[in-house]
């Protein structure tokens, strides 16, 4: 079913139906804080541009980084699943907590990299859990060079930090808050300047 958007033109106050496909469907922040404008014509479009152009960059900007996003997890998930160094050997949620059992590996053996044993699960969150558990610092190592290319033009070289995220990765007595995990910080490079946020 096609959706009709019955508004009113950004530019002249009239029924209007044609979004800005530059900034259209961008990623809320806050709730309601994403809505882009709509028009009349291409003409009040033209005629709006320089009042629009500011929030569409912004809004811009959060579908493309949403989308690298989007491409960085499905690269890092698809190295993991080829690439599996875990001898895992059941899959279970319980009470609010993902248990992934593994025979634990001598120490002085190297780990086996292989396929990630799918029949452990058929819940695609849980699998995608066990794929990423303590991949921080592989993640920073692998996709690097992409996540700066997807960005390309769009923010200052990334920052490296090593800090504390403000997210819960497991509910019950796994809390990862207070670990140390080194993240990047992709900067607008056009934030200082124009003031406007992502
Ligand atoms: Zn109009
Ligand atoms: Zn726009």
Redesign the pocket.
């Known amino acids: 079913m096609a959706l009709v958007y019955l508004v009113q ?1 950004a ?4 029924d ?1 139906t044609m979004r800005c496909v530059a900034c259209m469907d961008a990623p809320e922040y806050q709730p309601g804080d994403s809505v882009g404008s709509v ?3 291409r003409d ?1 479009q033209k005629a709006h541009w320089s009042n629009h152009k500011a929030r569409c960059r912004a809004l811009g900007q959060r579908k493309k980084l949403l989308r690298t996003a989007n491409i960085l997890k499905a690269a890092l998930l698809t190295y993991r699943e080829v690439m599996y160094d875990v001898d895992l050997t059941k899959i279970q949620f319980q009470d609010g907590i993902l248990y992934l059992h593994q025979n634990q590996r001598p120490i002085t053996t190297r780990s086996k990299r292989g396929l990630f044993p799918i029949h452990l699960t058929t819940n695609i969150d849980h699998k995608e859990a066990a794929l990423a558990n303590n991949q921080c610092t592989t993640a920073m190592a692998l996709l690097g060079r992409l996540t700066r290319k997807l960005l390309e033009g769009e923010t200052d070289p990334l920052d490296y930090h090593l800090g504390k995220l403000g997210f819960i990765f497991y509910r019950g007595s796994l809390d990862y808050r207070s670990t140390g995990h080194p993240y990047w910080k992709a900067t607008d490079s056009n934030k200082a300047r124009s003031g406007s946020r992502l």
């Open positions: 033109c530019n002249c106050g009239t209007a028009y009349c014509n009040c």
